[in-house]
């Protein structure tokens, strides 16, 4: 490397930075590398999924970033279509313009290898284009494809490599290896303001305030240096920071700065165009605002993000989920008028997070355990209501909670299948919390032998915990799998009785009606 402060390239900076994240969940302060498991959580109300904004790129010599000369008539596979960032403000066009990399990466890979220069450049392009949509199983598949040609060739490939790399687990919610992967970069290029904003926003994520907060304020000294940075990020993550420390009033300016900044970054003859890191500054500052206490003006931000990540980002990108369950967990605090609108919002953020490449499991523990109780109080209303009417039977109330709840079951299936998948090593408080609550509400939708199978998963998770008093919600679970286990032999019995021309009545689906 030539000097300390390499070349950087801001069109993929800046449009990594711009498709951002806002998806990762805050840490509980002092809890430097270690999330606090969620049965130590339990009884006290649930930490928000506060976001990190997404590390800034700080890619080294653009020229490596740029189509070699010549190549496109060589090739006969034309680039011009394409934007040189790699990602677009057009969901649509992002994924037409992701299958146009693909597409052309098979020719050259057959024309002229991986290890050609023409070839790695347009890797890293649709590595970009991947990572900034989220599709980080296809991002880690092409990492490993090209990990031993960049480490053969070296220097700026191999740089190259180790930032996509660090993107890709940060993404992941693996921040310990992305830290590992950013402190690497700069050792072999350097500090600058991006690679410092970038470690920034890692150690906030593992909850390292201390040395966040020093990592966004030597950014700030590298950008009146000169460094290459982008102000607005450095700000958010700075404000973040302060606001985690529980100095939210002395937060909100700066996130607020931050939201101008990017307002007037993407003004053009007075119109302020819609962008994904618009969108991150308002939900910052949404946060904020909740956390002071001013819920309209949460609301305010909150739904002006949600917009702009529908139509920048797409119906099923991770950060419209995470704007979508942020948005639903304030608007379930704002009174019963607003409960339809906050069911709604979390069952969406719900489908979506269980979907996604980055499973997150308190992020799907604490939807769950929110759409469970929103759910039961606008059951709760309905039962109160039609008290005051005609009288109803407790049959009539059971037949209404199973068709509330059982619309949540392939949902809780797909969860327990990802969490079997890939977080059985988990912890075992965390795991044995998130099959309690999915066992509750496929119980509440009377799925009686689901509910059965993931309240004993549950039971063998509690059984590993130690240091912590779990009886209280063992015996929970002991309690509903008494239920489960009685409704099913009364279910039993009905259709054996109705298997012999004894019943002649209408069969029961997982004894629906029965004991509650």
Same mark, same amino acid.
């Given at each position: 490397?030539?000097?300390?402060?390499?070349?950087?390239?801001?069109?993929?900076?800046?449009?990594?930075?711009?498709?951002?994240?806002?998806?990762?969940?805050?840490?509980?302060?002092?809890?430097?590398?270690?999330?606090?498991?969620?049965?130590?959580?339990?009884?006290?109300?649930?930490?928000?999924?506060?976001?990190?904004?997404?590390?800034?790129?700080?890619?080294?010599?653009?020229?490596?970033?740029?189509?070699?000369?010549?190549?496109?008539?060589?090739?006969?596979?034309?680039?011009?279509?394409?934007?040189?960032?790699?990602?677009?403000?057009?969901?649509?066009?992002?994924?037409?313009?992701?299958?146009?990399?693909?597409?052309?990466?098979?020719?050259?890979?057959?024309?002229?290898?991986?290890?050609?220069?023409?070839?790695?450049?347009?890797?890293?392009?649709?590595?970009?284009?991947?990572?900034?949509?989220?599709?980080?199983?296809?991002?880690?598949?092409?990492?490993?494809?090209?990990?031993?040609?960049?480490?053969?060739?070296?220097?700026?490939?191999?740089?190259?490599?180790?930032?996509?790399?660090?993107?890709?687990?940060?993404?992941?919610?693996?921040?310990?290896?992305?830290?590992?992967?950013?402190?690497?970069?700069?050792?072999?290029?350097?500090?600058?303001?991006?690679?410092?904003?970038?470690?920034?926003?890692?150690?906030?994520?593992?909850?390292?305030?201390?040395?966040?907060?020093?990592?966004?304020?030597?950014?700030?000294?590298?950008?009146?240096?000169?460094?290459?940075?982008?102000?607005?990020?450095?700000?958010?993550?700075?404000?973040?920071?302060?606001?985690?420390?529980?100095?939210?009033?002395?937060?909100?300016?700066?996130?607020?700065?931050?939201?101008?900044?990017?307002?007037?970054?993407?003004?053009?003859?007075?119109?302020?165009?819609?962008?994904?890191?618009?969108?991150?500054?308002?939900?910052?500052?949404?946060?904020?605002?909740?956390?002071?206490?001013?819920?309209?003006?949460?609301?305010?931000?909150?739904?002006?993000?949600?917009?702009?990540?529908?139509?920048?980002?797409?119906?099923?990108?991770?950060?419209?989920?995470?704007?979508?369950?942020?948005?639903?967990?304030?608007?379930?605090?704002?009174?019963?008028?607003?409960?339809?609108?906050?069911?709604?919002?979390?069952?969406?953020?719900?489908?979506?997070?269980?979907?996604?490449?980055?499973?997150?499991? $308190?992020?799907?523990?604490?939807?769950?355990?929110?759409?469970?109780?929103?759910?039961?109080?606008?059951? &709760?209303?309905?039962?109160?209501?039609?008290?005051?009417?005609?009288?109803?039977?407790?049959?009539?109330?059971?037949?209404?909670?199973?068709?509330?709840?059982?619309?949540?079951?392939?949902?809780?299936?797909?969860?327990?299948?990802?969490? &079997?998948?890939?977080?059985?090593?988990?912890?075992?408080?965390?795991?044995?919390?998130?099959?309690?609550?999915?066992?509750?509400?496929?119980?509440?939708?009377? $799925?009686?032998?689901?509910?059965?199978?993931?309240?004993?998963?549950?039971?063998?998770?509690?059984?590993?915990?130690?240091?912590?008093?779990?009886?209280?919600?063992?015996?929970?679970?002991?309690?509903?799998?008494?239920?489960?286990?009685?409704?099913?032999?009364?279910?039993?019995?009905?259709?054996?009785?109705?298997?012999?021309?004894?019943?002649?009545?209408?069969?029961?689906?997982?004894?629906?009606?029965?004991?509650?």
């Amino acid at each position: 490397m030539g000097s300390a402060e390499p070349i950087l390239d801001p069109c993929v900076s800046l449009q990594l930075l711009g498709i951002g994240d806002e998806v990762s969940p805050a840490p509980t302060a002092g809890a430097a590398s270690t999330p606090r498991p969620l049965h130590l959580q339990l009884l006290s109300a649930p930490a928000g999924a506060d976001a990190m904004p997404a590390p800034a790129s700080a890619m080294p010599d653009p020229s490596l970033a740029r189509p070699v000369a010549g190549a496109a008539s060589d090739d006969g596979v034309s680039s011009d279509a394409d934007s040189e960032g790699g990602i677009l403000s057009d969901p649509e066009e992002t994924a037409a313009q992701e299958d146009r990399y693909e597409r052309r990466l098979v020719i050259l890979r057959q024309r002229h290898g991986l290890s050609d220069e023409r070839t790695l450049t347009l890797v890293f392009k649709l590595l970009d284009c991947l990572i900034g949509q989220y599709k980080l199983n296809r991002t880690d598949e092409l990492l490993a494809e090209v990990l031993e040609v960049c480490e053969s060739l070296g220097g700026e490939w191999h740089i190259k490599h180790i930032q996509s790399s660090a993107f890709c687990r940060w993404k992941q919610y693996r921040f310990r290896e992305a830290l590992e992967l950013f402190l690497r970069q700069q050792e072999l290029v350097g500090a600058s303001a991006a690679l410092c904003e970038n470690i920034g926003h890692t150690y906030s994520s593992l909850g390292d305030l201390a040395r966040a907060e020093a990592y966004f304020e030597r950014a700030i000294e590298l950008l009146q240096q000169g460094s290459f940075g982008n102000h607005g990020g450095i700000y958010m993550g700075l404000g973040l920071v302060r606001e985690r420390l529980g100095k939210v009033s002395e937060a909100l300016p700066i996130l607020q700065q931050s939201l101008a900044h990017y307002e007037r970054e993407h003004t053009s003859n007075g119109h302020v165009a819609d962008a994904s890191i618009i969108a991150k500054a308002h939900m910052s500052v949404g946060k904020a605002q909740q956390k002071l206490k001013n819920p309209d003006e949460a609301a305010r931000h909150m739904t002006e993000a949600l917009r702009l990540f529908r139509k920048t980002c797409g119906e099923d990108s991770p950060l419209t989920a995470n704007a979508m369950g942020c948005l639903g967990k304030l608007q379930a605090t704002r009174g019963p008028s607003r409960r339809r609108e906050a069911l709604g919002l979390l069952k969406g953020a719900l489908d979506r997070e269980v979907r996604k490449d980055a499973f997150h499991l $308190d992020s799907v523990w604490e939807l769950l355990s929110k759409v469970k109780d929103v759910q039961l109080e606008l059951a &709760a209303e309905k039962q109160e209501r039609e008290a005051s009417g005609p009288s109803t039977s407790r049959q009539t109330h059971l037949a209404a909670l199973e068709a509330a709840f059982s619309v949540y079951l392939p949902v809780i299936r797909e969860a327990c299948a990802r969490v &079997a998948l890939n977080h059985t090593t988990s912890d075992p408080g965390t795991l044995a919390v998130f099959y309690k609550t999915a066992g509750e509400l496929a119980m509440l939708a009377q $799925d009686y032998q689901l509910g059965a199978d993931v309240l004993r998963e549950a039971l063998r998770f509690f059984d590993m915990v130690r240091g912590f008093d779990c009886a209280s919600l063992v015996e929970g679970c002991h309690s509903l799998l008494s239920i489960a286990a009685a409704n099913q032999t009364e279910a039993s019995a009905r259709s054996e009785k109705s298997s012999r021309g004894g019943g002649g009545g209408r069969s029961h689906r997982r004894g629906r009606g029965e004991r509650r």
